[in-house]
């Protein structure tokens, strides 16, 4: 674990949409941490104590606050969102629980951005149920961050060890994915790519882009991408002093990172990127969040109904992104 001072900002963790395993993933790291900062955790506390339940584990004492200024000792709970539905029920999209999970959200963004706490890690939100809520532009995290901080460039950033992966897009569909391979956004997510991970601790990262076509694009006999948008991005970042390769194909890309050669992968959609992070170790695989004006790390899994409130929830994604946010914080990321 990185050496923290011993007055640093809490760290804010959501708790997530409850009908999901956020809360008990949450209880599960909770019974057994030994913090080396303060933990705040924001959500509901019924949804906490459920989860806990569920884990069948005991919750140490989290106190509860009404600011993070307020918080002393190890852990403490700012309660937000509504009381628990007297209809509730675990792996259900219910509106109660997706008006907890997006406000939770907004109050560790809105703390991160005046400063209250250090870094944000969250718990998966269902997107069903936040629309039933009403937030029908937020289509996840990324996007309720980006409205909050303001934020014109966004990029997820999925990180393994061994392995990291930044996205082009990611909540697109496939047509309108390859659709948004283009030289001014290839080369924008570039410079993003590049910006952030400089200032997390890498030098000079070193960033391979994926190619879109199989085999990129054979010469143009398979789609001129590769031609036409993704090497002329890559010529332009190259030119700006961005260590940036390819673009190469992505049946190769991949494992010339895990071998060492490159430092992060442009993925250029969802799936290619996820499959390639979840396949090599998903359980230790986390999220960030790029563009933002903090630091935003994630579980890389969803709320995954089909086992929620059965206790057999694996925590060790959620334990990842603490750690992770914590690396960043302290600039050891490359370390």
Not at 48 to 67: H, N, Y
Not at 231 to 248: L, R, T, Y
Not at 258 to 271: K, M, Q, R, S
């Amino acid at each position: 674990m990185p050496c923290m001072p011993s007055d640093a900002k809490p760290l804010a963790i959501t708790l997530g949409d409850p009908s999901g395993i956020g809360a008990e993933v949450a209880a599960k790291v909770l019974a057994e941490a030994q913090p080396e900062v303060p933990w705040l955790l924001v959500g509901a506390r019924w949804g906490l104590e459920l989860g806990a339940q569920a884990a069948g584990v005991e919750l140490p004492d989290i106190p509860s606050v009404t600011s993070a200024k307020a918080l002393r000792g190890p852990f403490g709970l700012l309660q937000i969102g509504p009381d628990q539905p007297a209809d509730f029920s675990f792996g259900k999209v219910q509106v109660a629980c997706g008006h907890a999970a997006v406000q939770a959200v907004e109050w560790a963004a809105e703390a991160c951005l005046q400063g209250s706490v250090a870094a944000m890690v969250t718990c998966p939100i269902n997107k069903a149920a936040i629309h039933a809520a009403g937030y029908v532009d937020d289509i996840g995290h990324q996007e309720i961050l980006a409205r909050l901080s303001g934020a014109d460039w966004t990029a997820t950033m999925l990180m393994t060890p061994g392995l990291r992966v930044a996205h082009l897009s990611t909540h697109k569909s496939l047509l309108e994915a390859a659709r948004y391979v283009k030289h001014a956004t290839v080369l924008e997510k570039l410079r993003l790519v590049h910006d952030t991970l400089h200032a997390w601790g890498i030098a000079s990262p070193r960033i391979a882009v994926a190619a879109l076509n199989p085999h990129g694009g054979e010469g143009g006999l398979l789609g001129r991408e590769e031609i036409d948008e993704l090497a002329p991005a890559v010529a332009d970042a190259q030119a700006a002093g961005i260590a940036a390769s390819g673009p190469i194909p992505a049946d190769s890309v991949f494992n010339r990172a895990i071998n060492g050669e490159f430092d992060v992968v442009l993925a250029l959609y969802h799936d290619q990127g996820h499959i390639a992070i979840k396949v090599h170790n998903f359980h230790a695989s986390t999220t960030a969040t790029l563009g933002i004006p903090f630091v935003r790390t994630s579980v890389d899994h969803g709320t995954a109904f089909d086992i929620a409130g059965q206790g057999v929830a694996d925590p060790r994604g959620l334990l990842a992104a603490i750690r992770t946010a914590e690396q960043i914080l302290v600039g050891a990321l490359g370390g």
